[in-house]
């Protein structure tokens, strides 16, 4: 499988792992599995952090690229093709713009997307894959 943490999975995987369901840890460290991050996600995170929106204890925005690497994930930005037809994604009534780009990205490449976010499922009618 190849697959995408969202936001919170990928924070949590780095922060706090039992925060996670057993079935995505396991999903997470599967050699069988290809799993990456977005830049959005650093860049979501980032944003959230500076405004005081997310508190990081012990680390900062920065520090999470390498503790990504370090557990494995490939760090995946959209291309400039995705990011130009992100305007095609239809409008459903969840609205976080780094989540629907992150939707975009999963739809664009056919990878999955991890979330626990039940509001993403109504995706799922547009091809979206989600795991948790």
């Known amino acids: 499988m190849i697959a995408l943490l ?4 990928f924070l949590w995987a780095v922060l706090a792992p039992e925060k996670l369901s057993a079935a995505t ?11 990456h991050v977005s830049t959005i996600t650093f860049w979501e995170i980032a944003l ?3 405004i005081g929106k997310l508190r ?18 490939s760090i ?3 291309s400039a093709e995705e990011s130009a037809g992100f305007h095609r ?4 009534p969840h609205k976080d713009p780094f989540d629907r780009m992150l939707i ?5 490449r056919n990878w999955t997307l991890v979330t626990r976010d ?5 995706y799922r009618a547009l091809g979206l894959k989600t795991a948790w």
């Open 6 to 9: 969202d936001t919170h999975s």
């Open 25 to 35: 840890r396991r999903l997470i460290t599967n050699p069988a599995n290809e799993m």
């Open 48 to 50: 959230k952090f500076s």
């Open 56 to 73: 990081l204890w012990g680390c900062t925005p920065e520090d999470l690229v390498g503790a990504g690497r370090q557990m494995g994930l």
């Open 76 to 78: 995946s930005a959209p």
């Open 89 to 92: 994604l239809a409008r459903l």
């Open 104 to 108: 975009w990205q999963c739809l664009q």
């Open 118 to 122: 039940k509001e993403l499922t109504a």
